[in-house]
């Protein structure tokens, strides 16, 4: 790199991990692109992490225009979900897990959304004007799944929509926990739709104060994990399957860096 590094750059081996997770085309069509995929992926992780528009990325990075146009191109044709996938397998596969999971923890984050426009609503239990972040996590608390929605669709109808996503693509999966909010009939549609047990986790009764609960803190280290974005700290999208590509790209960035390290 002819310039000064930035924390979020991706080094020598990070790069070679998601090099080879990146689905080239088979045949390159039209001009060579001038900047190296490799500079460009280290804007956008950039952006994610400091949280600044488009407009304002560092002069030493490619432009703008060059960088956004590929973020955007690899959320429409599905790159972004590919490099996430073909990382998450491996990253369990490396974990000494088998790369499909057997059980998983479902949970939503209300999250704000500002002047950007696009879709929005009101959740009155957490009392915040903006959008969900409905996430299925395994036991690593990596995402298999991620859907952003109005923050006034209840969680039960939100679940449907999350797991209808991804039902037909979980061959090992058997048992979900969920907290209080996806109680009711919910269980039985999940047993009827998908085939899988969802298992509520509730807080006793006379518990006082925080407690920290079975298998549900896990998601929570995982909204956790997006909330060290500051792209993330706000929905700042005028789309939400552009919210879910950056998601996706902090994750990303996570699981190279968890295989780049060995630290699991």
Same mark, same amino acid.
């Given at each position: 790199? !002819?310039?000064?590094? +930035?924390?979020t750059?991706?080094?020598?081996?990070?790069? /070679?991990i998601?090099?080879?997770?990146?689905?080239?085309?088979?045949?390159?069509? !039209?001009?060579?692109?001038?900047? #190296?995929?490799?500079?460009?992926?280290?804007?956008?992780?950039?952006?994610?992490?400091?949280?600044?528009?488009?407009?304002?990325? #560092?002069?030493?990075?490619? #432009?703008?225009?060059?960088?956004?146009?590929?973020?955007?191109?690899?959320?429409?044709?599905?790159?972004?979900?590919?490099? %996430?996938?073909?990382?998450? @397998?491996?990253?369990?596969?490396?974990? $000494?897990? /088998?790369?499909?999971?057997?059980?998983?923890?479902?949970?939503?984050?209300?999250?704000?959304?500002?002047?950007?426009?696009?879709?929005?609503? +009101?959740?009155?239990?957490?009392?915040?004007?903006?959008?969900?972040?409905?996430?299925l996590?395994? &036991?690593? !608390? *990596?995402?298999?799944?991620?859907?952003? %929605?109005?923050?006034?669709?209840?969680?039960?109808? !939100?679940?449907?929509?999350?797991?209808?996503?991804?039902?037909?693509? *979980?061959?090992?999966?058997?048992?979900?926990?969920?907290? $209080? $909010?996806?109680?009711?009939?919910?269980?039985?549609w999940?047993?009827?739709k998908?085939?899988? &047990?969802?298992?509520?986790? @509730?807080?006793?009764?006379?518990? &006082?104060g925080?407690?920290?609960?079975?298998?549900?803190?896990?998601?929570?280290?995982?909204?956790?994990?997006?909330?060290?974005?500051? @792209? *993330?700290?706000?929905?700042?999208?005028?789309?939400?399957?552009?919210?879910?590509?950056?998601?996706?790209?902090?994750?990303?960035?996570?699981? &190279?860096?968890?295989?780049?390290?060995?630290?699991?």
């Amino acid at each position: 790199m !002819g310039r000064n590094q +930035y924390l979020t750059d991706i080094n020598d081996k990070q790069w /070679d991990i998601i090099e080879n997770s990146i689905p080239w085309p088979a045949e390159a069509r !039209g001009r060579p692109c001038k900047w #190296p995929i490799r500079e460009i992926l280290c804007a956008i992780l950039y952006i994610t992490r400091a949280g600044c528009a488009w407009r304002l990325l #560092p002069h030493d990075f490619p #432009p703008w225009q060059t960088v956004y146009y590929r973020f955007s191109k690899w959320k429409k044709d599905g790159t972004w979900q590919i490099i %996430h996938d073909a990382l998450f @397998r491996e990253t369990r596969k490396a974990a $000494g897990r /088998d790369e499909e999971p057997s059980a998983a923890i479902m949970d939503s984050q209300s999250v704000k959304t500002t002047e950007s426009g696009g879709p929005s609503g +009101y959740d009155a239990g957490k009392k915040v004007k903006g959008r969900k972040r409905h996430v299925l996590v395994d &036991v690593m !608390g *990596l995402i298999i799944a991620v859907l952003v %929605h109005e923050a006034n669709i209840q969680d039960r109808d !939100g679940a449907k929509s999350l797991l209808s996503k991804v039902s037909e693509r *979980l061959p090992r999966l058997r048992l979900i926990w969920a907290d $209080g $909010g996806y109680a009711g009939k919910l269980v039985d549609w999940v047993l009827r739709k998908c085939g899988w &047990v969802l298992e509520i986790v @509730r807080r006793a009764e006379n518990t &006082v104060g925080f407690k920290v609960l079975p298998r549900r803190w896990v998601v929570e280290r995982t909204f956790g994990w997006l909330g060290r974005y500051r @792209r *993330l700290a706000k929905d700042h999208e005028t789309r939400m399957d552009t919210s879910e590509a950056f998601i996706h790209v902090a994750m990303i960035n996570n699981m &190279v860096r968890r295989l780049a390290s060995g630290r699991f």
